[in-house]
């Protein structure tokens, strides 16, 4: 029966292994299943193979053996398949910069859907929510150059969330951000209602945002828990050079 069929995670990593073309190799049998709904931070020191894992989730490298699947279809270097992985793995790259292009936030975020062959009410109404998702209605006009850091942020993450992706991939979402504008984003993304994989060094984000952590150190997967058991693991997270800000407290108490 249809009712009876599990949902495939959104994402599923097995055996990862990829070698650079000088021989490197940067990671070494990588699982990682990522359930639909689910918010995890993938931490691990300069190095790790963070980045190289990312470039593998929208088949931007493909593994030296080993499989990724996303939502039950397995990446191939088939085109159809291909582009149906990039719409469902969004992934917001560091730099905003990377991410906008065209004269105005409307055009940026509509450019993905278009290219999708959305048209019309359909494509405008893509717009419209992602630019609400993110708090950016109001600036729909602008130049992106125009907007500050923080909001290129918000409209790059708009970007992506105009594909209804399977999975929201964010490669260090609070660098260069102000406090303020750190905790806006960071209230955006917590309301989103998507499987989120963030890539962070900023472990106080971590605790904020993902109920579980992964690390990744040389390659390899060293850790996998409730986001407050890692970071209270004092000799795992010297042993992989990750550090907790002064007086971060990583269990905070529960609200009276
Ligand atoms: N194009 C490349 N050719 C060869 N080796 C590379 C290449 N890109 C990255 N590496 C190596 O692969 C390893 C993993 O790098 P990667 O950028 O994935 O790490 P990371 O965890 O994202 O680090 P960071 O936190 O600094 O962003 C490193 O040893 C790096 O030097």
Same mark, same amino acid.
Do not use: W
């Given at each position: 029966?249809?009712?009876?069929? /599990? *949902?495939?995670?959104?994402?599923?990593?097995?055996?990862?292994?990829? %070698?650079?073309?000088?021989?490197?190799?940067?990671?070494?049998?990588?699982?990682?299943?990522?359930?639909?709904?689910?918010?995890?931070?993938?931490?691990?020191?300069?190095? %790790?193979?963070?980045?190289?894992?990312?470039?593998?989730?929208?088949?931007?490298?493909?593994?030296? %053996?080993?499989?990724?699947?996303? !939502?039950?279809?397995?990446?191939?270097?088939?085109?159809?398949?291909?582009?149906?992985?990039?719409?469902?793995?969004?992934?917001?790259?560091?730099?905003?910069?990377?991410?906008?292009?065209?004269? *105005?936030?409307?055009?940026?975020?509509?450019?993905?859907?278009?290219?999708? !062959?959305?048209?019309?009410?359909?494509?405008?109404?893509?717009?419209?929510?992602?630019?609400?998702?993110?708090?950016?209605?109001?600036?729909?006009?602008?130049?992106?150059?125009?907007?500050?850091?923080?909001?290129?942020?918000?409209?790059? &993450?708009?970007? &992506?969330?105009?594909?209804?992706?399977?999975?929201?991939?964010?490669?260090?979402?609070?660098?260069?951000?102000?406090?303020?504008?750190?905790?806006?984003?960071?209230?955006?993304?917590?309301?989103?209602?998507?499987?989120?994989?963030?890539? *962070?060094?900023?472990?106080?984000?971590? %605790?904020?945002?993902?109920?579980?952590? &992964?690390?990744?150190?040389?390659?390899?997967?060293?850790?996998?828990?409730? *986001? /407050?058991?890692?970071?209270?693991?004092?000799?795992?997270?010297?042993?992989?050079?990750?550090?907790? /800000?002064?007086?971060?407290?990583?269990?905070?108490?529960?609200?009276?």
């Amino acid at each position: 029966m249809i009712g009876d069929v /599990p *949902t495939p995670p959104s994402l599923d990593v097995r055996g990862v292994r990829y %070698a650079y073309p000088d021989g490197h190799v940067a990671l070494h049998g990588v699982d990682l299943t990522v359930p639909r709904g689910d918010r995890v931070a993938l931490l691990g020191p300069n190095g %790790a193979g963070k980045t190289t894992l990312v470039l593998h989730l929208n088949g931007i490298l493909t593994p030296t %053996a080993g499989t990724v699947s996303v !939502g039950g279809l397995t990446i191939s270097r088939d085109r159809g398949t291909l582009a149906e992985i990039r719409r469902r793995v969004g992934i917001v790259f560091q730099d905003p910069d990377d991410q906008l292009f065209l004269p *105005t936030v409307a055009e940026d975020v509509a450019f993905g859907p278009a290219n999708l !062959g959305l048209r019309g009410a359909e494509l405008a109404a893509r717009v419209d929510e992602a630019l609400a998702a993110v708090g950016m209605s109001e600036h729909r006009d602008r130049a992106p150059h125009h907007l500050s850091f923080g909001q290129r942020r918000r409209v790059a &993450v708009a970007t &992506v969330l105009a594909m209804r992706p399977e999975i929201l991939v964010l490669d260090e979402p609070s660098s260069n951000l102000d406090p303020a504008a750190r905790r806006e984003l960071a209230e955006i993304l917590r309301a989103l209602p998507v499987t989120l994989l963030m890539v *962070t060094h900023d472990l106080p984000y971590a %605790a904020e945002l993902c109920d579980r952590s &992964v690390i990744l150190d040389a390659g390899r997967v060293v850790a996998d828990a409730p *986001t /407050p058991e890692i970071l209270t693991d004092e000799p795992l997270l010297t042993k992989h050079r990750l550090e907790l /800000p002064y007086a971060f407290n990583p269990r905070p108490a529960p609200h009276p």
